[in-house]
C-alpha cells in the first residue's frame, strides 16, 4: 500500500532480544490493526489500536498509536522463535483496508 | 467452526485460461472481500462486497471479476488469466462492512496460490 509503510523490511534477532518493527501513514489514522503471517498461511489478526496515544498489549508484544505522527509500533520483548514471521500494519482508507509491505522477522535461537 | 475457507490452496494455470477461487465462510459476515500478496507490495485489495448483491472495485481490480449472491460466498474469477495474476490471494470477511470500527475486526482465509504459466 503506499499509504503505509512499514520499517524495517526485515529484522534478523537472537532469541531474547527486544525489537521494534514501525508502521507510517501518508494520510490521517483513524485506527490501526496488527497482523501476523506465518509463512505460508493466513494474516492472525494481533490488536488493534483507535485513540492517538493508546497502548494495548499481549503476552510480550506492545502496540502503541502516535495519532499527530500517523505513526505505529509495534515492540517484542524477549523475543521467541514463535516470534517469526511476517508482521503487517493495516489501516482503514475510504472505507476498505489498506496493509503495510510486512516486516519479515526471523529469531535465532 | 470453519472461519474462511479458500479452496483450491494451489493451482496452475496457463496464459488465457479462466479459473474460479472460491471463498466461503460461515460466520454470517456482511463484508468480504479479496487480496493479493505479492513479495516487497504486501496486500493489495481487488475487490469487496458489504453485503449480498454488492460489490465495489478495491486497489487492483482490473482482471478480476467478483460476484456476491449469497451472505456466505464470495467467488473470485479470472476471465483470461495472465503471469501478472501470479500471486497468493487472501478472502477475508468482518462482520459488517467495512472493517475499522470497534471489534469489527478482518478474519483471513488461509490463501490461494496461483501459477500463471
Known amino acids: 500500500s503506499q499509504e503505509l509503510e512499514q520499517s524495517p523490511q526485515s529484522l534478523i534477532v537472537q532469541e531474547g532480544k527486544n525489537l521494534t518493527i514501525n508502521c507510517t501513514s501518508s494520510k490521517t489514522l483513524y485506527g490501526l490493526y496488527w497482523y501476523k503471517q506465518k509463512y505460508g498461511e493466513g494474516l492472525i489478526f494481533l490488536m488493534m489500536?483507535?485513540?492517538?496515544?493508546e497502548e494495548k498489549s499481549h503476552e510480550k508484544i506492545t502496540a502503541k498509536l502516535d495519532e499527530k505522527k500517523q505513526q505505529s509500533s509495534l515492540h517484542i520483548t524477549a523475543s521467541q522463535p514463535s516470534h517469526a514471521g511476517i508482521y503487517l500494519c493495516g489501516a482503514v482508507y475510504n472505507n476498505d483496508m489498506r496493509f503495510g509491505a510486512g516486516t519479515r522477522l526471523t529469531v535465532k535461537p | 467452526n470453519a472461519g474462511v475457507t479458500q479452496t483450491p490452496k494451489f493451482q496452475v494455470l496457463k496464459t488465457g485460461q479462466s479459473m474460479t477461487l472460491q471463498c466461503a465462510q460461515d460466520m454470517n459476515h456482511e463484508y468480504m472481500s479479496w487480496y493479493r500478496q505479492d513479495p516487497g507490495m504486501g496486500l493489495r485489495l481487488i475487490h469487496y462486497?458489504?453485503?449480498?448483491?454488492?460489490?465495489d472495485q478495491g486497489e487492483v481490480p482490473n482482471g478480476y471479476n467478483v460476484s456476491r449472491s449469497t451472505t456466505e460466498d464470495f467467488p473470485l474469477r479470472l476471465l483470461s488469466a495472465a503471469p501478472s495474476q501470479t500471486s497468493v490471494y487472501f478472502c477475508?470477511?468482518?462482520?459488517?462492512?467495512?472493517?475499522?470500527?470497534?471489534?469489527?475486526?478482518?478474519?483471513f482465509g488461509a490463501g490461494s496460490r496461483l501459477t500463471v504459466l
Open positions: 477475508a470477511s468482518s462482520i459488517r462492512g467495512p472493517p475499522g470500527s470497534g471489534a469489527n475486526v478482518l478474519t
Open positions: 462486497s458489504v453485503g449480498a448483491g454488492i460489490t
Open positions: 489500536l483507535q485513540k492517538g496515544g
